[in-house]
């Protein structure tokens, strides 16, 4: 796995920076020449990860979101979105269609959205320490439509 180019950013938990944080990601993903769909595909996933953060993470304070982004093999996007917040018990659950902890009008589908726009979501948790959402997307590229 190459690394061919990379970026760090760290925002405040708030949710006025969800929109710059796919933006930033997309933004950066666009040096590969993604399709439109490709490139809307990862800012969904990331404003689901994000969000996630904001709403779970940080619950009832402003903390930090760590995220870094790679161009790994010249064609595929690598995101990490990490936060030092609460952690998740049961991360399996988490990941299942539906689950929430927050009920009210939280759908409960972060993970599942995450995981359908990306080709691969790796969560790793620790209770009372954070969580890391890594995601990867393969980018065929408008030269290869």
């Not at 790994?72 to 952690?87: A, F, L, N």
Request: charged share 25%; glycine share 6%; net charge neutral.
């Amino acid at each position: 796995m190459k690394i061919n180019n990379e970026f760090r950013m760290t925002i405040d938990s708030k949710s006025v920076n969800e929109s710059f944080a796919r933006a930033t990601v997309a933004a950066f993903a666009a040096q590969l020449d993604p399709t439109v769909d490709e490139i809307s595909d990862i800012k969904t996933a990331v404003s689901e990860a994000v969000t996630n953060c904001i709403v779970h993470a940080y619950p009832q304070s402003v903390g930090k979101i760590y995220i870094y982004a790679a161009i790994i093999d010249s064609d595929t996007v690598k995101v990490t979105v990490r936060d030092k917040g609460c952690g998740i018990i049961d991360i399996k659950q988490a990941m299942e269609p539906l689950f929430t902890t927050l009920g009210g009008e939280r759908a409960g589908l972060g993970f599942a959205v995450m995981e359908s726009f990306t080709d691969k979501v790796r969560v790793r948790s620790t209770v009372g320490k954070g969580t890391t959402v890594t995601m990867y997307k393969h980018i065929s590229g408008r030269s290869n439509e």
